[in-house]
């Protein structure tokens, strides 16, 4: 019978050969569509102008169109009986099958023939100046894919492969593409397929939120900042030149390969004359229980050994103490002198403003990628709370002191490479840390009094929402922020308590331009009434501003 059978199907129209027939069924039609139904096969759409312009749209990304159609193939002159797909929401890659009447009866039984073939890309043909479908040059794997679809259905009474000498193992299709196979065709007895075994609707349960946060907290972090940068896409393309420069002459290499399911190639099994019961997931014999059970204790004894692999990524958290070791940032002078001394109005005016940083608290959030062995990529958010002591000595022409705290707010984002001094598996893991910071630094709020006479200081109370979007255009006193880029460096310890909790011991030191805040904020003129001279005096600090944070955290690693 699979002698007689035709092996090759051909386009319409021109009858260029295209597809092989790697699949036999024998028994009612009608069975082994209510098989394919079981097994989640649905019929596609003839190619008509609307099933076109449906496709179109799907290609565009506008909507799912699952039952789009396929191209039109004959088997001896005679179209399918019936043309199915599997897909997964995806256009570009679906198994799909043609299934054909060759006229042929086996046993008094209806003997039906299909070609089975997966998409697994779209590229566009110079021959035919349209787009087509690539379809996996192993066909072999889609056999097994529907042998495998229809035994779950419980509705295969016997199976087996029988080999195809005749037909060519290295051939093309219609299309172009390489079609590889082992020459043999699965041959299954269908039955009426009344009660079909079928997958249950009941959608899986979804992870919970913290979960999905993560999940998509980490491929923000992978695809937008790790890979979506410029740096990461110049290396890549680099690359990607060199390797193609260096083997464009070369033979590409076979990267595809047969895959070796329970139903494939050489590992196939008939199940001839075996009672249903004991048919496909249900066949289970004692001796393949007791392998099982060997293969469960082998399983949980290799997820065991791999429990403490190296970590691909952590999500952390820390807490600390901030320090400033140089704690006086600067003292800016006024000395105001009438022009005219004879005038008895016109008195002279003197003014000192001078502030100081004081160290306090710091917490922040951290995301590490151990991308190599030895290194990591380390993107960090913290968020530091110092004060800010003033002092403002005013002389009119009694000498007035007025001083007072506010809270120093420190929002800063680093990048920093890690140096790992031990190897990825080694729990205990210290680390070298070095990278650029973007600094932006705030007053939570401010409480010098304006003084009397002709200086106009504007030094109102602000808020965290205008320093927190303001980088410059706004005097750090009247509530803006004071934005820089430094430089980062430190070290620190990591301790792996838990497959999936590490503690992490760190220090840090900043190293950035001054944040003056005195100094930016008095640019404008000072005086309500003229007939004055004035001369400033801005006095810094000796050493560059430097932030010190020791922090302890944990991390979620994974």
Known sequence: MVRNLPFRTAT??????????????IGPPEGLRRAFQAAGWIAVDQ???????????TVGGNQVYNQAPMSTLLLDERPPLFTLTKTTDAFSSRHHLRVFDPLTKYDGATV????????????FSRKQKTFIHVIDEYIDNERSKVVNDLEFTGCVEAMDLIPHSWVPQDAYNSTGDKLRTDGAIAVMRISNCQNPRT???T?????????RVTRDTLLTLRNDIYRGNLVYQGVTGVRWTRNYLATKDELKPDSGAWRKTDQSGTQFKGVGNTPRDRQSSERITSEEMASEEATEEAAKALEESHRWDPPRYEIGIQGGYLNYPATRQELVSFVALPRDLTDPNLQPYVTGLGNEFKGGWTAGISMALNTWKWFSNEFTYTYQRGKYQYANIFSKPTVVLDEGTSGLITRQFDYNLLWNLRPPRSRWRPYIAGG?????????????????GPFKLGLQNVGLLLAAFDTGSTPPLDGGGVFAVGIQYGGGIKYRIHPRITLQADFRETWSKNPQFVTDSYTKQYFLEEGYDT???RVGLDKAY???????????TF
């Open 47 to 57: 190619l008509t102008a609307s099933s076109t312009f449906m496709t179109l749209k």
């Open 546 to 556: 430097q932030q010190q944070r020791f922090t302890l955290g944990a991390a979620f």
């Open 535 to 537: 001369t400033i005096t």
């Open 436 to 452: 650029p910071a973007l600094i932006l630094t705030s007053l939570a709020d401010v409480t010098l009094k304006k003084p009397a």
């Open 112 to 123: 039906l023939t299909s070609s089975s073939t997966q998409d697994i890309g779209i590229a």
């Open 12 to 25: 319409k129209g021109s009858n260029k050969p295209s597809d092989l027939t790697n699949l036999a069924f």
């Open 203 to 211: 959608p899986a349960e979804p992870p919970n939120r913290f979960k």
């Open 199 to 201: 997958t249950p609707d």
